[in-house]
């Protein structure tokens, strides 16, 4: 069964530098993934799509780069900001019959400090 | 709607009895998705529906769960004989369509306590 991990469950840093999260995940090949923010209580916000014929995509100073090969997906907050605290969630989606779902993993809670 | 909307936000009921959550999606949004998020957790999937029909619903854990999408806009997820291992936030999300550049967007989720 599909099986996705990120690399940590927390993640420190301090502000205006960069946050780098990991997502790595086995047993099938997605052929889009996403990237979420989920604040607690609430549920999760969409930030970022890559397909699996895109090597980068970015949005503001947010960057996702999506490697077939190794499986793996990075996500970087450049400059990060107190604001930025939050859970993150990879998800990567299924393919053929399975396109509409996606297969989220556990998250990684990003706390930025001033 | 501005965004998706889940009536109620919090539902507390015993154990064996059935309860219905509601999701309104944003106006205009074919796909339809359900999902439950248990403490630490990511999300699960449980149902994706295209217009009124459920294109994926092996998600759903037992015939005790059961969504419905009778007119392509407003879903219900129901679930009979509550366990308290159902006891989770049920979270709703639509998509203008399926794989595009837009994601999908989430309801603040039913939170279900089974006591």
């Known amino acids: 069964s599909q099986k996705i991990e990120q690399n940590s469950e927390a993640l420190n840093i301090q502000e205006g530098k960069t946050a780098t999260l990991t997502c790595n995940y086995t047993?099938?090949?997605?052929?889009?993934l996403q990237w979420y923010r989920q604040d607690p209580g609430r549920g999760p916000v969409f930030l970022l799509l890559?397909?699996?014929?895109?090597k980068e995509k970015r949005k503001e100073r947010l960057k996702v780069t999506f490697d077939t090969t190794l499986k793996q997906s990075l996500f970087h907050i450049t400059a990060s900001q107190p604001a930025d605290s939050a859970t993150y969630l990879c998800?990567?989606?299924?393919?053929?019959?399975?396109?509409?779902?996606?297969?989220f993993g556990r998250g990684t809670q990003l706390t930025v400090w001033p | 709607g501005a965004g998706v909307s889940q009536t109620p936000s919090n539902k507390v009921t015993e154990k064996g009895k059935y309860v219905e959550l509601r999701c309104d999606p944003i106006?205009?949004?074919?796909?339809l998705y359900w999902y439950r998020q248990s403490l630490g957790q990511g999300p699960e999937f449980l149902i994706y529906?295209?217009?009124?029909?459920?294109?994926?619903d092996s998600g759903l854990p037992n015939d005790r769960f059961f969504a419905v999408r009778p007119e392509g806009s407003v879903s219900t997820l129901k679930i009979q004989r509550t366990e308290r291992g159902d006891s989770a936030v049920y979270l709703c999300?639509?998509?203008?369509?399926?794989?595009?550049?837009?994601?999908?967007?989430f309801g603040s989720g039913t939170r279900l306590t089974v006591v």
């Open positions: 106006s205009g949004h074919t796909a």
């Open positions: 998800a990567p989606a299924g393919r053929g019959s399975t396109l509409g779902r996606l297969y």
């Open positions: 529906f295209q217009g009124t029909g459920a294109a994926d």
């Open positions: 047993n099938y090949s997605p052929a889009y």
């Open positions: 890559i397909r699996e014929n895109e």
């Open positions: 999300a639509s998509s203008s369509r399926q794989g595009g550049d837009y994601g999908y967007t």
